[in-house]
């Protein structure tokens, strides 16, 4: 594993807080799914910008690696955290319809 990858996955298991910031709960939940796969792809792109390798095929494994992580650690960590639901009450600007 190279440095890109690995600070791929180092962020990866960072994005799930991040995403949980930028969702809504007044949104759609496929306007969140954009919001989340938007966010790791730019996050991929920039790891792989800040690690010295980007080229096509780079930027494509970091994207993969970081929504992959994110994936794994918001099932495993995040999905039942009280940490999100803390995260939802602050950052909630579109409120969830009744």
Known sequence: MGKTE???LI???LMPL???VLK???LPRRWNLLIALAACAGAGAVTSWATGQLTGEAVVVSI???FSAAQAAYQMYFRDSKLVEW???KTTI???SE
Do not use: H, S
Request: aromatic share 0%; net charge negative.
């Open 6 to 8: 690995a600070a791929a």
């Open 11 to 13: 962020v990866g298991v």
């Open 18 to 20: 991040l995403v949980n």
């Open 24 to 26: 809504q709960a007044g």
């Open 64 to 66: 993969a690696i970081v």
């Open 87 to 89: 995260i939802d009450g």
């Open 94 to 96: 579109v409120p969830e």
